[in-house]
């Protein structure tokens, strides 16, 4: 049993089917890389996870326990997901933002409590967005607004952090920025990250596992050197790419061709 | 929502302002604003009465013309103005994070008309009823949003969608309004007044319908702040943060379709209000409704009362109804907004 258990689900949405029958098990304290061609339900999957989305069919568990049963704060006090490119008012301070995730720990009438405000400042602290908390969200940079989506996530205090394409259109050094910041976070505080990735190299770097999925179906899913296979990106992706071990020791590919059917 | 229309805070802090005290001055420049209006209306009009004066009748009701001008004409009607500025403004300011359209006023998108509709089948067909005129008025407020939540839904709230749907149920009902005026004519006095939101005439009773609705509209706006700062996150993130979006949805258009409909009961269809003021209050204290709300009601009281002033004393004694003023004011805004913003 995973921290979060998707069984049997199906997800339909506006009639059309996007998920059909889908099984996977995401295991307490991983990496988790979901990759799979547009279009091919890996958003929805997300989204299901996080109850944005419901399912017609099957359940997601999490802990064991329906994701339906908690209430939505309790969810939100386990579970943070960072959609693709959210958007926020331009005069948005980072502070600001980050104590919007101490939403879940508030109830209607209370006001900020000494709590919130160190866990806002933990959160700011591993995002290394401290000197920044003054800071306009429409002034930062890609990669220092996706951290501080990350540290507004983090004010959760989730145990599972869902993201959608946290590295789109972002450049090289602020995607690896990122991506370290997760493996950091994974690391040193046992968070469960899902991402949902299209770089296929990040997803062999910084994955503990990878799932792959084709149209509303997982593929395969385990350690990311059994996974990218030649066979799987010709048959997903319908590429053919050279495998190879990086100088790190990493498995790397670079897309060669396209294969036409 | 992509908007420029939040530089201004931003700036205030560039020049060194903390945010909190600037947010502090544009909160107590919107309130001079505001006092600056209410005694304009009480010391303005046919008849100029000076502000000793008015203290003195105030403290001791004499029976001086001076008198029953203040305490029967120009009071109550400066308390209408006031809380329909209120009333317009929040309910504007709600409707633009729910809707996630910055456009979103109750008069463009069709509620004040849904109220309105309500309002005038009460006054025509049963006027022994006039006493239920706001909550039944509520009802058809609530009814116009929902039509335009479902016109406007396509796998979620599209702000575009929101918009034309909302100035379709606007003409719809608008058509009903000035169907039943015509068959009716006989029943309706001040029809046309009543058509663009005027406050000639309004007096105690008035006060008596619509100060307990924005009292408890304000209330529970100010408590969905919160709220209504996270749904201008989108849906989803509002979701992923614990938020029960489609309760919180209804609950607060409910609050604006209330506070929409107390302001309709007692001018009538009064528009842009609600479309002004919440935008240029933004522009100076930002989107944090926390603070953009109670901006907002204290700049509803100052452009109600200043606009309705000038309407009263400039063509004087021709007395325009205040809703030429705001049209006059509101649509070329309204053209401004839609190209900065859409």
Redesign the interface.
């Known amino acids: 049993m995973g921290i979060i258990d998707i069984k049997n689900i199906t997800v339909e949405?506006?009639k059309k089917t996007i998920l059909q029958d889908m099984t996977l098990n995401i295991i307490q304290g991983e990496v988790l890389a979901v990759i799979g061609p547009n279009g091919c339900g890996k958003s929805t999957l997300l989204?299901t996870v996080?109850?944005?989305n419901s399912c017609k069919k099957g359940s997601v568990e999490f802990e064991g326990a329906n994701v339906q049963s908690f209430?939505?704060?309790?969810?939100?006090?386990r579970l943070?997901?960072?959609?693709q490119d959210?958007?926020?008012?331009?005069?948005?301070?980072v502070y600001?933002l980050v104590k919007?995730?101490r939403?879940?720990y508030?109830s209607?009438?209370s006001s900020n409590n000494k709590e919130d405000d160190e866990q806002v400042a933990w959160a700011l602290a591993q995002t290394s967005m401290i000197q920044m908390k003054?800071r306009?969200l429409?002034?930062l940079s890609g990669g220092e607004r996706q951290r501080a989506w990350i540290a507004m996530a983090l004010a959760?205090r989730p145990q599972v952090l869902l993201l959608d394409e946290p590295t789109t259109y972002l450049d090289i050094c602020h995607q690896l920025e990122v991506m370290q910041l997760l493996k950091k976070l994974n690391q040193e505080l046992g968070l469960t990250v899902v991402m949902v990735l299209h770089d296929l190299n990040h997803a062999l770097q910084y994955s503990q596992r990878i799932a792959v999925m084709k149209a509303g179906r997982i593929v395969k899913v385990g350690e990311p050197r059994e996974v990218i296979t030649d066979q799987l990106l010709k048959d997903v992706f319908k590429v053919k790419a050279d495998t190879f071990i990086a100088s790190n020791g990493m498995q790397a590919i670079l897309p060669l061709d396209l294969i036409k059917i | 929502m992509k908007s420029n229309s939040t530089d201004t805070v931003g700036t205030a802090e560039r020049y060194g302002i903390s945010r909190n005290i600037w947010r502090m001055v544009v909160l107590v420049f919107f309130a001079v604003l505001a006092i600056l209006g209410v005694f304009l209306s009480l010391t303005k009009g046919s008849m100029n009465i000076s502000i000793s004066d008015i203290i003195n009748i105030l403290q001791s009701p004499i029976n001086s013309a001076s008198s029953q001008i203040i305490w029967n004409i120009r009071m109550p009607r400066t308390i209408v103005g006031a809380l329909v500025g209120v009333n317009l403004a929040l309910s504007g300011a709600i409707l633009q994070a729910v809707m996630r359209n910055p456009l979103a006023d109750p008069h463009i998108i069709g509620i004040s008309s849904g109220a309105g509709l309500a309002g005038v089948v009460i006054m025509i067909l049963f006027p022994a009823m006039e006493y239920l005129i706001t909550p039944i008025a509520f009802l058809g407020a609530m009814g116009a949003a929902i039509c335009i939540y479902i016109l406007a839904w396509k796998n979620g709230i599209k702000p575009v969608r929101v918009i034309l749907a909302g100035v379709a149920v606007a003409s719809f009902l608008g058509s009903g309004i000035s169907g039943l005026m015509i068959f009716y004519s006989d029943r309706v006095h001040g029809a046309l007044m009543w058509m663009v939101g005027g406050l000639a005439a309004r007096s105690w009773p008035q006060v008596t319908i619509i100060w307990p609705y924005a009292l408890v509209g304000l209330i529970l706006a100010l408590l969905g702040a919160r709220y209504l700062n996270i749904l201008q996150l989108g849906d989803e993130m509002a979701r992923g943060l614990g938020v029960n979006v489609e309760f919180v949805r209804i609950a607060l258009t409910a609050v604006a379709a209330l506070l929409a409909a107390s302001a309709v009961s007692v001018v009538g269809l009064l528009g842009f209000v609600g479309l002004i003021v919440p935008h240029a209050a933004r522009l100076l204290i930002g989107s944090d409704y926390r603070f953009l709300l109670p901006a907002s009601a204290l700049l509803g009281v100052g452009v109600v009362t200043l606009s309705d002033t000038f309407a009263r004393v400039v063509f004087s004694p021709i007395e325009l109804p205040v809703g030429i003023i705001m049209a006059f004011i509101g649509a070329p805004f309204f053209l401004f907004l839609l190209r900065r913003e859409l």
């Not at chain 1, 959210?86 to 301070?93: F, G, K, M, Q």
Request: proline share 11%; charged share 25%; hydrophobic share 40%.
């Open positions: 949405l506006a989204k996080a109850r944005i209430s939505h704060r309790q969810f939100a006090r943070a997901i960072l959609t959210p958007e926020a008012p331009p005069d948005l301070t600001d919007l995730g939403f879940p508030r209607w009438y003054k306009l429409a002034t959760q």
